[in-house]
């Protein structure tokens, strides 16, 4: 039975790395030259100071799927209260039968009951989840684009 849980980086990270791989494999773009590089450091800071919230789906205690956000006020409406944006998203090809959608609408809750006054988030073109994200209530809003600098034209 797969379950979906707040869990803190400690907790998570070790599980993660066996993941991570392959979530990098299936959506980062220019992999040739940006190989996968978690700042463990760093995500354990944001842990620390309250700005990382981790949801993680496990089946019988197995890592299958995460969802990570960032959460404080945005500097351009910081009296607004604070916002959440999605930092990564991941459910192992074997469990995507709907988990994806049950972990969308767990953070939801979980973000809510923070006090998170909006949520942002994304997805790749090559990964569209345009149409779950509009079922559940999102709004396409923007357009993001990418250029490599380093070794590209």
């Known amino acids: 039975m797969v379950t979906i849980q707040v869990?803190?980086?400690?907790?998570?990270y070790p599980d993660s790395k066996a993941i991570f791989p392959e979530h990098w494999r299936e959506l980062a773009l220019h992999q040739g030259e940006i190989p996968i590089s978690i700042d463990e450091g760093k995500y354990s800071n944001l842990d620390h100071l309250g700005i990382l919230l981790i949801l993680t789906a496990r089946d019988e205690g197995k890592l299958v799927g995460y969802y990570l956000w960032f959460l404080m006020p945005h500097p351009h409406y910081s009296a607004s209260g604070p916002m959440g944006l999605?930092?990564?998203?991941?459910?192992?090809?074997?469990?995507?039968?709907?988990?994806?959608?049950?972990?969308?609408?767990?953070?939801?809750?979980?973000?809510?009951?923070?006090g998170i006054v909006k949520a942002i988030t994304s997805c790749k073109v090559h990964e569209d989840h345009t149409r779950m994200l509009e079922l559940l209530g999102w709004t396409f809003s923007d357009k993001t684009f990418v250029k490599l600098l380093k070794g590209g034209r």
């Open 7 to 12: 869990e803190r980086w400690a907790q998570f």
């Open 86 to 114: 999605t930092d990564m998203y991941f459910i192992l090809p074997a469990y995507r039968n709907g988990l994806g959608t049950k972990l969308f609408v767990e953070s939801e809750r979980e973000l809510r009951k923070r």
